[in-house]
C-alpha cells in the first residue's frame, strides 16, 4: 500500500486549507484511516480518524475546526482544516490503521 499525503502549505492564521491522501488500494477497514500531525520538537499526536462506516473522532485542540471525510471511490481520505491557528503548524501524516502503515507527511504552517 502507498498513502500519499498533499495539501499542505503556508497560511495565515484563520485561514483554511485541505489535506488530501490518496491510497494506492482500498486502505478503508473497521479500524480506519487517521490524520496525525508532528510538531518540532513535540510527540506525533492524533488529530481526526475516520473508520469505514464513516464513524469519526477528533483531538480536543481541533474540535469545531478540523473535518475528515473520505472519498471510497477514489480511495482518498481528507482533512479540511479551518480558522488555522499558529499552534496548528505541523508535519501532517495520514496513517492506515489496517495496514499499521505511514504516508509521507505534509508541511502546514499557519504564520503571518
Known amino acids: 500500500v502507498q498513502l500519499q499525503a498533499s495539501g499542505g502549505g503556508l497560511v495565515q492564521p484563520g485561514g483554511s486549507l485541505r489535506l488530501s491522501c490518496a491510497a494506492s488500494?482500498?486502505?478503508?477497514?473497521?479500524?480506519?484511516v487517521g490524520w496525525y500531525r508532528q510538531a518540532p520538537g513535540k510527540q506525533r499526536e492524533l488529530v481526526a480518524r475516520?473508520?469505514?462506516?464513516?464513524?469519526?473522532n477528533y483531538a480536543n485542540s481541533v474540535k469545531g475546526r478540523f473535518t475528515i471525510s473520505s472519498d471510497n471511490a477514489k480511495k482518498t481520505v481528507y482533512l479540511q482544516m479551518n480558522s488555522l491557528k499558529p499552534e496548528d503548524t505541523a508535519v501532517y501524516y495520514c496513517?492506515?490503521?489496517?495496514?499499521?502503515?505511514w504516508g509521507q507527511g505534509t508541511l502546514v504552517t499557519v504564520s503571518s
Open positions: 496513517y492506515s490503521f489496517y495496514y499499521n502503515y
Open positions: 475516520i473508520t469505514n462506516v464513516g464513524s469519526t
Open positions: 488500494e482500498t486502505i478503508f477497514s473497521i479500524s480506519g
